[in-house]
């Protein structure tokens, strides 16, 4: 008997259809001696929902206040599978994030878990219940609901699996696993049945949404073991094959495998690119002008300082979307003044795209042919930022999905490595 981590996303409850199906899938794993805490999101399009109610109020909507609205949508979810494994006659019971509790810091609509309370659940567990934690939702010392950010729910799983100790946490989703890049933009990606902690840490943190970044590095943290796989499969299929399908994230030093030198392709296209021009190139001027902006809590990706011509210099970086109309004002109204800038421009309409995989450590001439490629596309590179295991590139939105099918063509992802 062991103690297992279920997370159903949106589309996996989407419908009363479906969350008898994920109660069907449970209730197959309960039913073979384990026990199970299962952690599922809002159905599909209910957090966009609430949120857009909230707007339709106040187009910033007051942080606290949306919380207490978006942590809704997992109430309903768990409540309703509660009653699916009831109705097939299995003792189940729901709880909300602040009835665990799910501790977090106040960082309202982009809270971090602070720490998880296991003594009811493991008390129901022992009791011979199927125990059902809302995802997305945590609670401050003084009481007040917080949410994870989008994507959450996943972040929950793996917490609360690394605070059971849990033998291993599976995330149920709308895809089979994880891929060489986005199925929804290349048909040709292939299936990765493992990939590395650090390559799935970037993929995430590099805008591959199939898991929340903080959920990756839970499952680093603690050393979770952790499976992406599909929810819609016959919930009936055979636990034994159920159990090794999907996509497991592996930690390098457990194993030495089959690698390719790239492993997968990310995009995001939540970024926008602000640039500074005649900046007067002197020390301490990057400090200058970006300081403000992290004091104002936004955060700064890629960054570029062009060479300088006549003692002045041009800087450009990027930031998330939501917050480039504040950096823009900040800039303009406290920053450029003191600085001595001559001019400002933005550029909502960027994209970046990124090739990730541990073989970049050991191999040479794999950024150079991502350039190639995408030249050979007439596709123009604005900023460019590497790391051991990654190369990332900025270019224009309308070139995005050219880019990732040429190079995942490139780099021959939808064949397995040899
Ligand atoms: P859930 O609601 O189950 O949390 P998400 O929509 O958050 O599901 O994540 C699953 C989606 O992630 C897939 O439908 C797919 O379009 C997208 N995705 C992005 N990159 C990848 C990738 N590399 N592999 C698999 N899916 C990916
Ligand atoms: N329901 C939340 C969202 O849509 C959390 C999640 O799905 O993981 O972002
Ligand atoms: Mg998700």
Redesign the pocket.
Known sequence: MSLIVHKY????MGSIERIKNVAARVAKWYEAGHQLVVVP?AM?GETNRLIGLAKELMPQPDPRELDVIAATGEQVSIGLLAMALKARGIKAKSYCGWQVPIMSDDAFTKARITSIDDKKIRKDLDDGYVVIVAGFQGVTDDGQITTLGR?G??TSAVAVAAALKAEECLIY???D????????VVPEARRLTKITFEEMLE?ASLG???LQIRSVEFAGKYRVKTRVLSSLTDPHMPLSDEAISGTLITFEEDEKMEQAVVA?IAFNRDEAKISIIGVPDKPGIAYQLLGPVADANIDVDVIIQNVSHDGKTDFSFTVHRNDYARTMDLLKSAVLPKTGAATLSGDTKICKVSIVGIGMRSHVGVASKMFSTLSEEGINIQMITTSEIKTSVVIDEKYMELAVRALHKAFDLEQAPA
């Open positions: 996303g949106g589309t996996s999101s599909s994507g729910s996943d989703t709308d895809v696993g994880v891929y060489t890049t986005d199925p929804r993929m591959s949404k199939v997968g």
